[in-house]
């Protein structure tokens, strides 16, 4: 398949990659900034641009892979050249490619890229829609070109995924750097938790979250609670944190699941 890549982050230099392993014929990438569309180009042997009106018509799907606030916009330029048009956005709705074309749909990767770090995309959950049965037939044979998970997911459906997804990764990420300034404020290395990290991800990828959530909250142990939000006594919005998410885990039906 012909494709053109609107975008040159993180997913979009991911996906490109992929669909170019995977034998497909990448165009063109697109970039407000021509050193980065250059440098993705240069790689799935594309031709770069920086002006969509440089966009050539004759590709067979435009995916865009940029964020979400721009997609809509630049739908409604690549529309007139009456191409199937994807967006890889987890919450953004179908509806904000169909409002300029019914030729339409998603391909959403379910992970977290970096470009300094590679991903075998053939385990990457990819979750699509189509705008009908027929747009959504073909973007699933694409996407089981680069993918060995391979799911159709709505648009409701994806909006959840998306906020979940923000849970289980974007929040964990932010509170593992919260860690190491509390470490390193006291002349400690990251390094002695990192294997505590490892070992209650994989708990996670064997057993249900609140089958293995351990901690002074799930004991409702108060005292340690008390002396940890006193040494965040000079951080009130790290103990808003704390309390916030120890009242969580308090609250939380750790009933085994399937034995109610």
Do not use: W
């Not at 966009?55 to 721009?70: E, H, N």
């Not at 009908?132 to 973007?139: N, V």
């Amino acid at each position: 398949m012909r494709i053109t890549i609107i975008g040159s982050g993180n997913v979009a230099t991911h996906m490109a990659a992929a669909l170019k392993n995977a034998g497909h014929n990448i165009v063109q990438v697109y970039s407000r900034d021509m050193q980065n569309a250059a440098l993705l180009a240069y790689h799935v042997k594309a031709e770069p641009v920086d002006d969509l009106q440089h966009i050539t018509p004759d590709t067979d799907l435009f995916i865009i892979a940029v964020k979400d606030d721009a997609i809509g916009i630049i739908a409604e330029q690549l529309a007139k050249h009456d191409k199937l048009i994807v967006h890889t956005s987890g919450a953004t709705d179908l509806y904000v490619l169909l409002a300029f074309t019914d030729k339409a749909g998603v391909l959403y990767p379910l992970q977290t890229f970096s470009k300094v770090k590679e991903v075998n995309f053939r385990q990457v959950p990819l979750c699509i829609e189509g705008a009908d049965a027929a747009i959504t037939k073909q973007i699933e044979e694409l996407a089981q070109s680069i993918s060995n998970n391979v799911y159709r997911v709505d648009s409701a459906q994806r909006k959840i995924l998306h906020l979940a997804a923000v849970f289980a990764c974007n929040f964990p990420n932010y509170l593992y750097e919260v860690a190491r300034q509390l470490l390193d404020a006291k002349g400690l290395d990251f390094e002695l938790l990192r294997p505590l990290i490892l070992e209650t991800a994989q708990k996670v990828l064997e057993r249900l979250p609140a089958q293995v959530q351990t901690g002074p909250a799930v004991r409702n142990d108060t005292g340690t609670m008390n002396d940890h939000l006193k040494l965040l006594a000079e951080t009130p919005h790290l103990q808003d944190i704390y309390t916030m998410l120890s009242q969580g885990i308090i609250k939380m039906d750790f009933t085994p699941h399937g034995d109610k």
